[in-house]
T-cell receptor
Framework: GQNIDQPTEMTATEGAIVQINCTYQTSGFNGLFWYQQHAGEAPTFLSYNVLDGLEEKGRFSSFLSRSKGYSYLLLKELQMKDSASYLCAVRDSNYQLIWGAGTKLIIKP | IAGITQAPTSQILAAGRRMTLRCTQDMRHNAMYWYRQDLGLGLRLIHYSNTAGTTGKGEVPDGYSVSRANTDDFPLTLASAVPSQTSVYFC?????????????FGEGSRLTVL
């Protein structure tokens, strides 16, 4: 079967750095996405990786290793507004998205 | 403001009743999707449509139906609601070809079936 694993919850301190990991086992691979979802709101797109390596976008970076079935989202200079759930999703060989259950990130002052 | 609109935002429904969740987008995206989101689970695809006039089944289609009469609208119907359909429903759209396929989500419809 297809599976996306990410930690259920993480806690970090304002101003610090946090890394959220995602491992996947899917039927084929056509890209990996990270979305942010604040409580009670819709998911919003953060990043897309289809080739190995690091993609940097401001305070957020996303890394992909296709051979290891692994990605991480790195958040730097954490702000209170970064408190949210972070969803990892992989597009499989049928171009359907397989979603992880999300990682709830709690930022403490 | 361009985007994707869902209605209603919240609804309490008696079991056995019929319910249609509405979804409209004005971005001219060719693909549209309905997901449900339940605590502890990832988003699960109910139905999708790659273009007007076509629809397909997702991971959890039973008890739901959709139609895509035009590019903008993609309603989701529960013919006879059951308590297990209590969930938050998200409609989404994307451009299918030529880009990352980023999804744009509506604000969600919270449905409670009693």
């Amino acid at each position: 079967g297809q599976n996306i694993d990410q930690p259920t919850e993480m806690t970090a301190t304002e101003g610090a750095i946090v890394q959220i990991n995602c491992t996947y086992q899917t039927s084929g691979f056509n890209g990996l996405f990270w979305y942010q979802q604040h409580a009670g709101e819709a998911p919003t797109f953060l990043s897309y990786n289809v080739l190995d390596g690091l993609e940097e976008k401001g305070r957020f970076s996303s890394f992909l290793s296709r051979s290891k079935g692994y990605s991480y989202l790195l958040l730097k200079e954490l702000q209170m507004k970064d408190s949210a759930s972070y969803l990892c999703a992989v597009r499989d060989s049928n171009y359907q998205l397989i979603w992880g259950a999300g990682t709830k990130l709690i930022i403490k002052p | 403001i361009a985007g994707i609109t869902q209605a209603p935002t919240s609804q309490i429904l008696a079991a056995g009743r019929r319910m249609t969740l509405r979804c409209t987008q004005d971005m001219r995206h060719n693909a549209m999707y309905w997901y449900r989101q339940d605590l502890g689970l990832g988003l699960r695809l109910i139905h999708y449509s790659n273009t007007a006039g076509t629809t397909g089944k997702g991971e959890v289609p039973d008890g739901y139906s959709v139609s895509r009469a035009n590019t903008d609208d993609f309603p989701l119907t529960l013919a006879s609601a059951v308590p297990s359909q209590t969930s938050v429903y998200f409609c989404a759209s994307s451009i299918l070809a030529g880009d990352t396929g980023e999804l744009f989500f509506g604000e969600g419809s919270r449905l409670t079936v009693l």
